[in-house]
């Protein structure tokens, strides 16, 4: 088995956008569900979004609504993350968590597999 692997954070300016991606064996990622969450310091981890790989459903936290965008792709078997209209409040470290348990996405505690998180920075 493998760890989930975050990619594509960085230092951003306010308004600006950022694509995450989250990689694993692609026979892996296929059988479960993918979230994202994120977690700046001092601050509770919060869910941000996830998608149900085989039935291609997103789903969104409160934090995740409106400017992000969550997505599957089949041909590198990633799992996409659109941060879109950044703010500075949005800096934090973004992880990717698979589960395999499809009844509450979001639910940190169903999530088996985390990656080591992305940071992402917004400045002002």
């Known amino acids: 088995q493998v760890l989930p692997v975050e990619s594509g954070g960085g230092l951003v300016q306010a308004g600006g956008s950022l694509r995450l991606s989250c990689s694993a064996s692609g026979r892996t990622i296929t059988a479960y569900t993918i979230g994202w969450f994120r977690q700046a310091p001092g601050k509770e981890r919060e869910f941000v979004a996830a998608?149900?790989?085989?039935?291609?459903?997103?789903y969104y936290g409160e934090v995740g609504k409106g400017r992000f965008t969550i997505s599957r792709d089949t041909i590198r078997n990633t799992v996409n993350l659109q941060l879109n209209s950044l703010k500075p409040e949005d800096t934090a470290v973004y992880y990717c968590?698979?589960?395999?348990?499809?009844?509450?996405?979001?639910?940190?505690?169903?999530?088996?597999?985390w990656g080591q998180g992305t940071q992402v920075t917004v400045s002002s």
């Open positions: 998608i149900r790989w085989n039935a291609d459903s997103p």
């Open positions: 968590a698979l589960s395999s348990d499809a009844s509450y996405v979001n639910r940190a505690s169903l999530y088996v597999y």
